[in-house]
């Protein structure tokens, strides 16, 4: 049965995902908290240990005071009184004893943490590059590069600072809240409840600093991406920019970015300048109360010294906590809102999907048949509204037509990087969708007028889609699309790095090569999209032969506007409005009154 498409799932992943409705809103922070109850699922064991030395380490910080109250009130008095050291060395011992252990405790814990941070961070970014590979062809053509490099870069950073530092900053302090008001619940329930009356406005102004620093985070990651999508596209596109002296207009709207990015930052750091000193100007007030209460009640005999020193100490590190909890709330904004984005990329769903029972195709002839097919992309005006079309296996035909009459389309629906949006495609009488994406790619490759060339030698680019390839082969691919010669004219020949000073090659040459590429890969449809488009007249000549050779008993589609190229192929089809209006050999269609003999004639019109 033919896989149906699915539904493609829009995700969230708007840099304006601030703006959202509420309900979206929740349905966003449910979808990125899923994400990271998935991360962190297979790390539970080494959570729980992390959890047992936090625990460990806040007891060893609580034990302190609680010491230093026994210390005073027993301990010096025995000594004083009766000359007894022993109470005083026991009590000092075990304060050493609890300080060192929560020390080695807490670094044990930062050094768990570290693993688990680093680990999750690992499994993400796998996940975020496997899915930009997994999503077909129409997530690229409408979301922006930048903006995914921006998903891998700042937004991963956000988190991964997050994880490195502020969570284990976060649960220790929380911890060591819980434990210290505890504390101090057991040793003196009258200093508690002075805490936990200066507690209620401590806990408003935290969730005054929350609700508007998510505002200005979210305010902060998007014009962070922003900032990189438009330095990202100004870099690809400069030759455009150069070209069209566009510097000044490019550099005043990088300018304006960066000024919103400068005044998102400058929002949050004034709600920290806010927010701390309140914190702080409320634990010293809680501690001048608790200290003015406590004396009294000493005065009165209904408190001991030492009971109060550890009180005091108990109320001082209550409220350092809540300080570094507003701190760390920074990069926990930060990274929540990069966590949504991360999530919404993740949300995507393919729109051209894997069969879930492939017919095998190891071997394929190249027949292909378009059968009744209809096409537009997404809602926007139907392309190809009825194109029924045989091509038979060794055939090469030839698609011209004025621009936007369906060619292109017509490549990228026999590639599978679109599904019919009715109608099927075949391939030796097997539908596309129910061939795996393996096959497939084996069987039909495409070459487009982008020739793009990765990192690496030229052998290695070569040997793309053949990367067990011998030399022989290489070169003999090369040597077959006239590649050879201009590749041993470079400094290391196939060893060249191509991005390298010395390797860099002229669009004609990465043509060249790109046709090496595919020859190499030996497919049996070759698609070519404006292929010879950068080729200039003695490099077109030269690949005209190696076309001829190496597309015999191959069915080849080519897409051109040089007629030049057109001549070699068995069939013409002269497309408009989607629909094929002529059909015939190249000398056929010259010899009529047609549009095909129309082109051909201004193009040899053009050559006098």
């Given at each position: 049965m033919t896989a149906t498409p699915p539904r493609r799932v829009t995700a969230t992943t708007n840099e304006d995902d601030f703006n959202l409705g509420r309900d979206e809103s929740r349905a966003v922070r449910r979808r990125s908290l899923r994400l990271l109850g998935n991360l962190l699922a297979p790390h539970k064991k080494p959570l729980l240990v992390a959890v047992l030395l936090v625990v460990t380490s806040t007891v060893g910080q609580v034990a302190g005071p609680a010491l230093v109250a026994v210390t005073i009130d027993q301990a010096i008095p025995a000594l004083l009184d009766r000359g007894d050291a022993g109470p005083l060395a026991t009590f000092g011992a075990l304060y050493i004893v609890a300080a060192v252990a929560g020390g080695l405790a807490a670094g044990a814990y930062i050094r768990q943490a570290a693993r688990i941070a680093q680990g999750v961070m690992l499994d993400l970014r796998r996940r975020v590059f496997r899915q930009t590979q997994r999503l077909s062809l129409e997530f690229h053509e409408t979301y922006t590069s930048g903006r995914v490099i921006s998903r891998q870069t700042s937004d991963m950073e956000a988190l991964r600072e997050l994880l490195d530092g502020g969570l284990t900053g976060v649960v220790s302090s929380m911890f060591l809240m819980v434990f210290v008001a505890g504390s101090l619940v057991i040793l003196d329930w009258r200093s508690a409840l002075v805490l936990a009356a200066a507690f209620v406005p401590a806990l408003i102004l935290t969730r005054w600093f929350q609700k508007r620093s998510q505002v200005f985070y979210r305010e902060q990651r998007t014009a962070s991406a922003r900032l990189i999508v438009k330095f990202v596209e100004t870099m690809t596109g400069m030759r455009a920019v150069q070209a069209f002296r566009r510097e000044s207009t490019t550099e005043r709207d990088f300018g304006a970015l960066s000024d919103a990015y400068r005044e998102a930052n400058l929002k949050t750091f004034g709600l920290n300048g806010r927010y701390q000193p309140g914190l702080l100007l409320i634990g010293n007030v809680t501690v001048t109360a608790a200290l003015a209460i406590g004396a009294w009640r000493v005065l009165e005999g209904g408190m001991e010294v030492g009971v109060l020193a550890a009180a005091l100490l108990y109320i001082k590190r209550f409220f350092m906590p809540i300080q570094q909890i507003g701190m760390f709330?920074?990069?926990?904004?930060?990274?929540?809102?990069?966590?949504?984005?991360?999530?919404?990329?993740?949300?995507?769903?393919?729109?051209?999907?894997?069969?879930?029972?492939?017919?095998?195709?190891?071997?394929?002839?190249?027949?292909?048949?378009?059968?009744?097919?209809?096409?537009?992309?997404?809602?926007?005006?139907?392309?190809?509204?009825?194109?029924?079309?045989?091509?038979?296996?060794?055939?090469?035909?030839?698609?011209?037509?004025?621009?936007?009459?369906?060619?292109?389309?017509?490549?990228?629906?026999?590639?599978?990087?679109?599904?019919?949006?009715?109608?099927?495609?075949?391939?030796?009488?097997?539908?596309i969708r129910d061939i795996s994406t393996q096959d497939l790619r084996r069987a039909v490759v495409m070459v487009t007028q982008e020739a793009y060339l990765f990192s690496?030698?030229?052998?290695?680019?070569?040997?793309?889609?053949?990367?067990?390839?011998?030399?022989?082969d290489i070169e003999a691919a090369a040597r077959a699309v006239g590649a050879h010669e201009f590749i041993m004219r470079m400094p290391d020949g196939y060893d060249t790095?191509?991005?390298?000073?010395?390797?860099?090659?002229?669009?004609?040459?990465?043509?060249?090569?790109?046709?090496?590429?595919a020859f190499l890969a030996d497919p049996a449809v070759l698609v070519l999209d404006e292929a010879t488009s950068s080729l200039d007249i003695p490099g077109e000549r030269l690949v005209q032969h190696g076309l001829q050779t190496l597309l015999a008993d191959r069915t080849a589609i080519i897409i051109a506007h040089r007629l030049s190229t057109v001549a070699i192929a068995d069939r013409v089809l002269v497309m408009a409005h989607g629909r094929v209006v002529e059909d015939g050999s190249p000398d056929e269609l010259i010899a009529g009154d047609g549009r095909f003999a129309a082109l051909h004639a201004a193009w040899q019109d053009s050559l006098v």
């Open positions: 709330y920074n990069a926990f904004q930060s990274a929540a809102a990069a966590l949504e984005k991360v999530s919404g990329l993740l949300a995507e769903e393919p729109t051209v999907v894997e069969p879930q029972r492939p017919e095998a195709l190891p071997h394929a002839r190249g027949d292909l048949r378009l059968d009744h097919v209809r096409f537009a992309y997404g809602d926007g005006p139907v392309v190809l509204p009825d194109l029924d079309l045989h091509i038979p296996a060794g055939q090469t035909i030839a698609l011209v037509g004025t621009t936007g009459a369906g060619k292109s389309t017509l490549a990228k629906l026999v590639t599978r990087f679109y599904d019919a949006s009715e109608g099927r495609v075949l391939l030796d009488g097997i539908d690496g030698s030229v052998r290695e680019n070569i040997a793309l889609g053949r990367p067990d390839a011998s030399q022989e790095d191509v991005n390298k000073r010395g390797g860099r090659v002229s669009a004609g040459q990465r043509q060249l090569l790109s046709f090496a590429r």
